[in-house]
């Protein structure tokens, strides 16, 4: 009897032993294994230097509002570049977005050699151009949602118009509107106007005016004087205006004459 109890002691702890080693080597494993990489590893944040430099970059470039390298409104000069670039657009500055920044190539005006304003509406972005055609600001905009509406007491369509144009009309500081306030506006067609508005969405969603950010209406306003050429246009529609500025330069040259 005393023989099977010691025979029986040493069967259990072999068997305790069996399946300990199994899990102990695992353990062992797991521990020896090297620690490489995740390929999910989010790529380094952006330093301080890294993303004034891009900063910089966009204003070099003329996304935003500002004055030499320094860009007032970083985040609209970033929804500005990711809208004209056809990036998601986020307002938030990543690594992949900082490296296409640094790539990238200033925007081009759909018409050169002469001081005007584009307004691209697939991309949702406003361009102004010096006296040269050289684009000098880009900005986000807004334009019409194309959709009917029927607030206060009016009803319509929110379309804003293809073609060419020029400022008519402009008012400094807050203008009231049947539909609302226009902050700064410079009216280019039968009331719509270029004009500041506290929301900027990223689509299509004004009732026909273009939408630019309120940090920039003020310097808009000043860069459009009346007379100053619209130009606003969509993938299957564009007109050039370059017989309007040759019959401007020919006047003002006549009106220099003794």
Known sequence: MRTFKKLASAV?????LFFLTPSNSSAITRAQKPKGRSSHT???ALTRAEMKEGEARLAEMGYGTGRGDRVIDPRNALIAFQKWEGRKV?????REDFE??????APQARDSGYSHVEVDLDRQVLLLMDSEGVVKRVLPVSTGSDKHYNEKGMSGL???PRGRFRIYAKVSGWRKSPLGLLYYPNYFSDGLAIHGNPS???RPESHGCIRIPMSAAVEMSKLLPVGTIVLIYDSQSFVSAKD???ADKQNA??????
């Open 158 to 160: 929110a379309y804003t």
């Open 200 to 202: 900027v969405p990223q």
């Open 244 to 246: 309007w500025a040759n």
């Open 90 to 94: 986020t307002g938030q500055l990543t």
């Open 42 to 44: 989010r790529p380094p």
């Open 253 to 258: 040259a006549q009106n220099r004459e003794p």
């Open 12 to 16: 259990m702890l072999i068997m305790s």
């Open 100 to 105: 296409a920044i640094m790539n990238a190539g």
